[in-house]
């Protein structure tokens, strides 16, 4: 069965240092795996995606993330938090084609000045 | 901009009442993906549209109703709203390929207020 879980429901990072949101998943079959982040009253902005390529995938502003097959986890990073990153960000794994999608509970990241 | 687009952007109604909530995909998607937002649920997928089908049902109630219509632009109705329906909704498209699964890309949603 499809699963996904974020780890922490809240982090706070201060403005420059680095951001790690953490995704563990579970799937039966090769996933498709996104992050997405949402600014207050704001639609869903894709950051990232991983379709099998290669393992580190490098999205919009900054962040990254890693496939670890072996960890069935799909890590995002940035390597300096800036003001402007703070939002809920949301892990989502998809397989059979794009017609079984699970969101995660989301990520609520906090950047203090 | 992401390409799909909601209406309204706002709806304010009464308990009891029935609204309609329009969204058009991306020029080219055939998916369309409904969403309900609110604080203490977070987001749920309520059900999917291909083509003009219904293809994944999620957590819609019985109240709630969807469909596709031929140039692909999809309607959520709700009806005999209860306050606990007021959230954000959200509608997503995206292409679905044999190759496996697209990226789902968002409108900005309809506030929906119940009073």
């Known amino acids: 069965a499809q699963s996904v879980t974020q780890l922490d429901s809240h982090v706070s990072v201060s403005e420059g240092t680095p951001v790690l949101l953490r995704c563990n998943y579970s799937?039966?079959?090769?996933?498709?795996l996104f992050w997405y982040v949402q600014h207050p009253n704001k639609g869903l902005q894709l950051l990232l995606k991983y379709t099998s390529a290669a393992t580190l995938v490098k999205g919009i502003n900054g962040f990254e993330a890693e496939f670890k097959k072996s960890e069935t986890s799909f890590h995002l990073t940035k390597p300096s938090a800036h003001m402007s990153d703070a939002a809920e960000y949301f892990c989502v794994v998809s397989e059979a084609g794009g017609f079984k999608t699970i969101f995660g509970a989301g990520t609520r990241l906090f950047v203090k000045a | 901009d992401s390409g799909v687009t909601q209406t309204p952007k706002h709806l304010i109604t009464a308990t009891g009442q029935r609204v309609t909530l329009r969204c058009s995909p991306r020029?080219?998607?055939?998916?369309v993906y409904w969403y309900q937002q609110s604080l203490d649920q977070g987001l749920q997928f309520l059900i999917q549209?291909?083509?003009?089908?219904?293809?994944a049902k999620g957590n819609i109630l019985e109240r709630f109703s969807a469909q596709q219509f031929p140039d692909l632009h999809s309607e959520l109705n709700l009806s005999s709203l209860e306050l606990g329906d007021s959230a954000l909704y959200f509608c997503a498209s995206s292409v679905v390929t044999s190759r496996g699964s697209d990226t789902q890309y968002f409108g900005p949603g309809t506030r929906l207020t119940v009073l």
């Open positions: 020029s080219g998607d055939l998916s």
């Open positions: 799937s039966s079959y090769s996933p498709s």
């Open positions: 549209y291909y083509n003009g089908e219904e293809r």
